[in-house]
């Protein structure tokens, strides 16, 4: 029911493509790590296979050129599960969380002038919109990257409240724009109060997980388990047993009713994907434990820097850190869970590679000999 409901399980939707699959996930996380691609690039890329990646680019972010109409935006960026793009359908449900935001003064004491910076970025907006950080006057002060200068915090926090939005990227940067501009009018004035935001995304929660417990659709959106409990009874998910789960749980009632049965997905798993980005969930349907160890020392990390799960026959069977090198890619850490699981992870890493342009695959270490020598074999 889960991989059904995350779109790992079935003919996948190539019609509804890229967007379809947000639409279906309801946030897609962001990340600045790149080795294969990008976490978000790896999302539908993981569901629809070698979707080309410009095509995935544009199928989140929308221009809004200064010589035409503009094409309404299909997503937008905000806090969700972390830093997301979500489908601009979902612009209402956020405001509980822009309210909170505003309530509680977030980047206020950290600006010096805050209702001068503030007025200078939405001036500009205004005249000269939609601008990046830079073309608005600098993102940083010459620091680290988290030395932000004046500018940078004055108009994060008036995306943080929704002022502005961001509905498009160039070159990985976020390219701002007034919200009252760029978000379609209905939306922009679909004024929701707290308690149905959290309705409709726990709800929304709920359909894309297919089953989960109270502490799964909190998850999904960071949400408390307070606000679930307030109104998970108004969300039309049913409350269900599962075997082998302490907690109770609820699933959607599509999923009860749809027979979980097609073909199972074969492919790599970026870490943040929304199928195992809440680890206790991940361990309690698939027995796996996983951890991102981007950010672990290097001499204490176990799997590697990205370690990418393998998902096969619904299971999640194995584990490889990959990299490039010019045209090769590098498994430079393997493990696998058994001998069955050899083939599949050939398969995924030439897929993989054929997406990124790769014509070669290098398995540099396997933490079983002899599994290693296997998939050697099998890849060539």
Known sequence: MALR?????????????????????????????????????LVPYARLGGVGRATVESAYWTPRPADRAPEPPHSFEYWSHAACILPIEEWPLFAFRRRAIQARGYRWHVMKEPERSCAAVRDRLKADGPLTATELGGAKNG????????TKIAVEWLLDTGEVVCTERRGWKRVYDLAERAVPQALFH??????????????????????????????????????????????????????????????????LADEARGR?????????????????????IFGF??????????????????????????????????????STLVARQVSLDGPKAVAPMAQALREAAEWVGCDSVRVERCDDTKLGAALVSALA
């Open 264 to 284: 199972h997905r074969t492919t790599l798993l970026s870490p943040f994907d929304s199928l195992i980005w809440d680890r206790p969930r991940t361990e309690r």
């Open 190 to 255: 679909d004024d929701l109060d707290d308690q149905e935001c959290m309705r409709r995304l726990v709800a929304q929660a709920g359909a894309a997980m297919g089953v989960a417990t109270r502490a799964d659709l909190a998850d999904y959106h960071r949400l408390k388990g307070g606000q679930v409990d307030a109104v998970i009874g108004a969300t039309g998910l049913v409350p269900v047993e599962v075997a082998g789960w302490s907690k109770p749980a609820w699933a959607d009632p599509r999923a």
């Open 289 to 326: 434990t996983h951890r991102l160890e981007a950010y672990v020392p290097r001499q204490k990390r176990v799997h590697g820097y990205f370690a990418m799960p393998l998902l096969t026959g619904g299971r999640l069977a194995g584990r490889v850190d990959p990299a490039r090198e010019g």
């Open 143 to 150: 620091g680290p990257w988290w030395d932000w200068s004046e």
């Open 5 to 41: 409901a995350q779109g790992l399980l079935g003919a996948p939707d190539r019609r509804a493509g890229v967007r379809g699959v947000l639409r279906r996930l309801g946030a897609v996380q962001l990340d600045t790590i790149s080795v294969l691609a990008r976490s978000h690039e």
